[in-house]
């Protein structure tokens, strides 16, 4: 008889050991990947300032923030990858010298963010259409976040909208189309086959 797979965020028995090996591997990749481009964002605000543009230097990056939070679920398939992978990626960019310290908190909640939008499909849908709607939880949840901690509750909604149209359409490029076409890659080229989405013949994971 077979058993029914219970779709719990803590139904961590499910997991095999090459599961918690990459999402360790992604999580101390992405959180290198993520305080580079923290640095990065630091670095280009003087240029984009005389164009009024110097306090949304972040918001073109933030599809790269919430990379690990779609690109690790889509690989693995499993409940929970997503937020666990997210936070513990902002964890480790702490231990490497994040000078936000909250970031693990930020990184927690786009990775639930991410992880509304498969726990919608119930796990079954991995295409691109979940992938945006991934990418669109991350953006929602982290601007929630920052809502409630009272960063942009005086701006005007002009600016706060401009900002999130940003985020957004980071998110939907990097989070959501780039990290479906690159673990679609990896996955073609042999990478991934002990995974499920290579555990399969190349020809019937979902692409959309």
């Known amino acids: ?83 666990i992978t997210s936070t513990l990626t902002g964890l480790i960019q702490i231990f490497l010298g994040n000078p936000n310290i909250t970031v693990f908190f930020s990184a927690f909640w786009q990775g639930v963010g991410a992880e509304s939008a ?13 992938m945006l709607l991934a990418a669109l939880g991350s953006t929602v949840f982290s601007f929630v976040l920052a809502w409630y901690r009272g960063l942009w509750a005086e701006l005007a909604f002009g600016f706060v909208a401009m900002r999130f149209g940003i985020r957004l359409a980071s998110a939907v490029l990097f989070a959501g189309i780039l990290s479906k076409l690159l673990a679609d890659r990896l996955a073609k080229a042999g990478v991934l086959k002990s995974y499920p989405i290579g555990e399969k013949h190349v020809g019937n994971i979902e692409e959309s």
Request: hydrophobic share 55%.
């Open 1 to 83: 008889m077979e058993t029914k797979k219970t779709l719990s965020l803590f139904n961590l028995y499910a997991w095999k050991l090459k599961d918690v090996i990459l999402v360790s591997l992604l999580a101390v990749l992405f959180a290198i990947i993520c305080l580079s481009t923290v640095y990065l964002a630091i670095f280009l605000t003087p240029f984009l300032a005389p164009f009024g543009l110097g306090e949304l230097t972040f918001e073109f990056f933030f599809g790269i923030f919430f990379f690990v939070a779609t690109f690790s679920p889509y690989i693995i398939r499993k409940p929970g990858v997503a937020t």
């Open 118 to 130: 498969f726990l919608i499909t119930r796990y079954k849908k991995f295409n691109m259409a979940s």
